[in-house]
């Protein structure tokens, strides 16, 4: 399956000590505005690393995205909030939830859009809108089920840890397209 990961006319965002965004987008500023966009650079692996997981499906890869328990200084440790559901708190409930997710669906790509990122010390912020193409099981055996589009704008929070950039939060939240405003009227 090729990857539905995509960056076009995404931006990148770095405020801060020793760097200021180009006309480009690129970072200016000598050492610390490299740095920084190294940061960057890292952290959007991270984010783009959780949605080629799920579109492989591959729940080992998705479990090691997010923030392990040793490095987690709170009780609950991660947080999750998929649309529609409740708010998952730990690292048990969270991987539930995408293993119920992966079980239930046949199919499913990210086509990433409104791609932002910020990094402020050990801590980055990615928001994004996913534009996710899904699909269940077909009638007929070896067959992919009818397909079914959706939008979801997401906050991504990560920490930095010595293994690198791991989820921390992540909050998606389903957008109304124009025909789902029609059948509130």
């Not at 048990?92 to 409104?114: C, G, H, K, P, W």
């Not at 990615?126 to 959706?150: A, D, F, M, Q």
Request: charged share 25%.
């Amino acid at each position: 399956m090729p990857s539905g990961w995509s960056r076009p006319g995404s931006t990148r965002r770095g405020w801060g000590e020793g760097g200021s965004v180009t006309g480009d987008g690129r970072l200016s500023g000598g050492t610390a505005g490299r740095a920084r966009e190294a940061d960057l650079e890292a952290v959007l692996a991270a984010n783009q690393g959780l949605y080629e997981a799920l579109e492989r499906g591959d729940l080992e890869a998705v479990e090691d995205a997010w923030l392990g328990a040793a490095d987690a200084d709170d009780k609950g440790g991660v947080v999750c909030v998929h649309p529609g559901w409740p708010v998952l708190r730990g690292r048990a409930q969270v991987t539930r939830s995408y293993m119920l997710i992966m079980m239930n669906t046949e199919y499913i790509q990210f086509f990433l859009t409104d791609v932002e990122a910020e990094v402020h010390g050990d801590v980055a912020l990615v928001t994004c809108t996913e534009n996710i193409l899904s699909g269940g099981e077909s009638e007929e055996e070896g067959e992919l089920g009818p397909l079914v589009g959706g939008k979801v704008v997401s906050t991504n929070l990560f920490r930095r840890t010595p293994a690198g950039w791991k989820l921390w939060s992540h909050h998606g939240s389903p957008v109304l397209t124009s025909g789902d405003d029609d059948e509130e009227s």
